[in-house]
């Protein structure tokens, strides 16, 4: 399974409000961490806020912090906001249909998207903020969208 940018955006966005839930951060802050377009991350900001998940503080010094509970919040409620996590698309079904083989991969594939998403829906923000502190290197700081351009 790959995610789109903007589930990307949005998971990296909420794990920065949580880990420095003490502040308010800007989108230029959380944009410039990750090397992306203010622009783009803005709009990913909109549907988060929408959400519950990150309250806007108005005003000088204002900004974004976390809002959501991040005990009871998976990856899987932050990736939905952004795209269908479930079954592949009917246009696909309907080849695959045709043929025994067809609907035998079918089934395959619709097993992996039950796993991908028990999967995204046991991971909390809270223990995802744990596995980021396990693969933090110190003095590094690349960017994770960017890493994989050139």
Same mark, same amino acid.
């Given at each position: ?26 989108? %230029? ?74 609907? %035998? ?10 796993? %991908? ?24 700081? %690349? ?8």
């Amino acid at each position: 399974m790959k995610l789109q940018i903007s589930s990307q955006l949005a998971v990296f966005a909420v794990l920065e409000l949580y880990a420095r839930r003490e502040e308010q951060l800007s989108v %230029a802050e959380i944009a410039s961490k990750y090397e992306v377009s203010p622009h783009h991350l803005a709009k990913v900001m909109n549907v988060l806020g929408r959400s519950g998940l990150v309250r806007s503080v108005r005003g000088a010094g204002g900004g974004y912090q976390f809002a959501g509970n991040a005990r009871r919040t998976t990856l899987l409620d932050i990736v939905e906001l952004f795209e269908n996590a479930g079954p592949a698309a009917r246009n696909d079904e309907e080849l695959a249909e045709r043929t025994g083989e067809g609907r %035998a991969l079918l089934q395959v594939m619709k097993e992996i998207d039950d796993i %991908a998403r028990s999967t995204l829906g046991s991971i909390t923000i809270a223990t995802m903020k744990r596995l980021v502190a396990q693969h933090e290197v110190p003095g590094k700081t %690349a960017s994770a969208l960017g890493a994989g351009r050139g």
